[in-house]
């Protein structure tokens, strides 16, 4: 099984600021890597796919990068709806699997 | 409008059974796989299980493995989820997810889907005496 390790696991930013959250694969998972989003009482919602696409109607202050292990959620500029919990996941091998998740707070 | 609905949580003792469904608008069904994806409260997303548009593979978390099933039916447009021999550990929301993709794609023998796009909102299943 792929073991999906995010950090930190919570992380404190401004409004306006720019967020970063990384997530670590225990073995190389290519490019199929997926970032979700998930606010309280909410299903989680879909940001990020192919490590760097953003899915239909996400602004583009989010944005993806990396690679094989190592992957990057970007969020350029805080806004106050961006304070949630973002998880990554793999989608290379069975069974798919996520991080512990990303808990991004407003400081 | 494009969305799914799932029903059939509730209470039920260790070792019951219940049956979820998932019921799908709005999209053609019958071209995606189709995931139940579960959530323990104040925990992270777990896949529990996927089957392929036409059935023809279909994948469990080893948690599940033995006691649930994962079927669907095209014609309704649904997705189900059979659980038996519940135990406390399956407490969660369990989500309805669609694959990202139509069909999925084969390489060496072995066949992977894509990431989950769509997501229903839930329903609640809770193991407990």
């Known amino acids: 099984e792929i073991v999906m390790t995010q950090s930190p696991a919570t992380l404190s930013v401004s409004p306006g600021e720019r967020a970063t959250l990384s997530c670590r694969a225990s073995q190389s998972v290519s490019s199929n890597l997926a970032w979700y989003q998930q606010k309280p009482g909410q299903a989680p919602r879909l940001l990020i796919y192919?490590?760097?696409t953003r899915a239909t109607g996400i602004p583009a202050r989010f944005s993806g990068s990396g690679s094989g292990t190592e992957f990057t959620l970007t969020i350029s500029s805080l806004q106050s709806e961006d304070f949630a919990v973002y998880y990554c996941?793999?989608?290379?091998?069975?069974?798919?699997?996520f991080g512990q998740g990303t808990k991004l707070e407003i400081k | 409008e494009v969305q799914l609905v799932e029903s059939g949580g509730g209470l039920v003792q260790p070792g019951g059974s219940l049956r979820l469904s998932c019921a799908a608008s709005?999209?053609?069904?019958?071209?995606?796989?189709m995931n139940w994806v579960r959530q323990a409260a104040g925990k992270g997303l777990e896949w529990v299980s996927y089957i392929s548009s036409s059935s023809s593979n279909i994948y469990y978390a080893d948690s599940v493995k033995g006691r649930f099933t994962i079927s669907r039916d095209n014609a309704k447009n649904s997705l189900y989820l059979q659980m038996n021999s519940l135990r406390d550990e399956d407490t969660a929301v369990y989500y309805c997810?669609?694959?990202?993709?139509?069909?999925?794609?084969?390489?060496?023998?072995?066949?992977?889907?894509?990431?989950?796009?769509?997501w229903g909102r839930g329903t609640l299943v809770t193991v407990s005496s």
């Open positions: 192919g490590a760097s």
């Open positions: 709005g999209f053609t069904f019958s071209s995606y796989g």
């Open positions: 997810v669609t694959d990202g993709r139509p069909g999925l794609y084969c390489t060496g023998g072995v066949c992977y889907g894509w990431y989950f796009d769509l």
């Open positions: 996941q793999q989608y290379n091998d069975w069974p798919r699997t």
